[in-house]
């Protein structure tokens, strides 16, 4: 069957100031050609350090940033250039999880109209008594009391704030769901709770993530496929299993090896590079070729030059480096010369 979400080419730029004395403005490419899908029922991890444009990809997938170029198809409808009424059905079939549960509520609201807000919106209930059974059932789904309903969010912790923001998610009965980093602003013991949480709705309710995180420790118990991103591209795609057991970007192997493990077996561990050096460029000036070469160990001449394609080192696990491009092993066994 057809993806639930397609997304291609997707670029987004945007002015970092205006531009003066008619100079052209300082250009930010947050997200700079990205492609991926998201499959009906499961979870696509979107990882990367901060400012790698995973938030703005989020942002743009939900249309509330503008595309310099590319195309988003969500359930078989290109929604590029969305028109009023497309964009008002998109906010209630695609929902948001935010990192910060303190944040995302309303603080004069009580629980009964914070998650309550979008049937009101979207006009899916018709009765106060039905608005009311509605919300008892979304904080039942949650793990919450029904007595909750008449406090406000200072009343209550972070992991049930942030349940309190999953039950507004899924007032809408929304298709996709985007958790931008739900679980990051938790407790370490709070967190597995809230995963478990959004496995079991999905397990449940049919839902389909797209789960935006900055290491790749917490997707790993939740991600079905992981997307990784560095500086506004994909640098590699493959299925869970795969990526932890033979990533083969040398970002990613980074990623990995700055997870600690308890009882490192040396062979898994060896195959690993250290933690790279450095920090993430800017995506105001990226650097030429592939953006990842002033940060990786193998980098040659030819990466300085050229941005790698993707290449599908096997059936759904592709990875952007010209390590892995057959046609360009030459180039890369032959290094250039360091005086
Ligand atoms: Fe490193 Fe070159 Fe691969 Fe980029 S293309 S990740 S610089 S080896
Ligand atoms: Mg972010």
């Known amino acids: 069957t057809a993806p639930l979400l397609q997304v291609s080419g997707l670029k987004v730029h945007f002015p970092l100031r205006p531009g003066l004395f ?10 700079d050609g990205v492609d991926f899908t998201v499959h009906h029922g499961e979870t696509l991890g979107l990882v990367g350090e901060s400012g790698c444009g995973k938030s703005t990809t989020g942002l743009a997938v939900l249309r509330m940033t503008p595309l310099t170029e590319g195309r988003i198809v969500f359930d078989g409808e290109d929604i590029s ?18 990192q910060d549960p303190f944040g995302a509520l309303n603080p004069r609201m009580r629980v009964l109209d914070i998650i309550g807000e979008p049937l009101r919106v979207h006009r899916l209930t018709r009765t106060r ?40 998610a899924l007032a809408a009965e929304p298709s996709l769901i985007i958790c931008d980093e739900p679980v990051s602003a938790l407790d370490v013991s709070i967190q597995a709770q ?20 900055h290491d790749l420790a917490v997707v790993r118990h939740l991600c079905h496929r992981i997307v990784v991103m560095y500086l506004g591209r994909v640098v590699e795609v493959a299925d869970r299993e795969r990526l932890y057991q033979a990533p083969r970007h040398p970002y990613t192997r980074a990623l ?16 690993f590079n250290p933690s790279v050096d450095g920090e993430v460029p800017s995506p105001i000036d990226p650097p ?13 001449e030819l990466c300085r030059r050229e ?24 180039e890369m066994t032959h290094p250039e010369p360091s005086y």
């Open 22 to 31: 008619g100079k052209p403005a300082a250009m930010v490419k947050a997200v």
């Open 256 to 271: 990995l090896g700055a997870i600690p493990i308890a009882d490192p077996d040396p062979e898994i561990q060896a195959r």
């Open 129 to 168: 008594t039905e608005y009311r059974a509605r919300v008892m059932d979304l904080l039942d789904r949650v793990g919450l009391k029904a007595e909750m309903a008449d406090r406000y969010p200072h009343e209550f912790s972070g992991g049930q704030r942030q349940r309190i923001g999953i039950a507004r």
């Open 288 to 300: 030429p070729g592939c953006p990842f070469h002033p940060r990786c160990p193998h980098a040659t």
């Open 81 to 98: 250039h969305p028109d009023a009424a497309t964009t008002k059905r998109l906010r209630r079939k695609m929902q948001m999880v935010y």
């Open 194 to 213: 809230v995963i478990n949480l959004l496995e079991d709705l999905q397990r449940d309710l049919g839902l389909t993530y797209l789960f935006v995180a």
């Open 307 to 330: 941005a790698p394609r993707p290449i599908d080192v096997e059936d759904g696990h592709s990875v952007a480096c010209h390590l892995h491009d057959p046609s360009r092993a030459t």
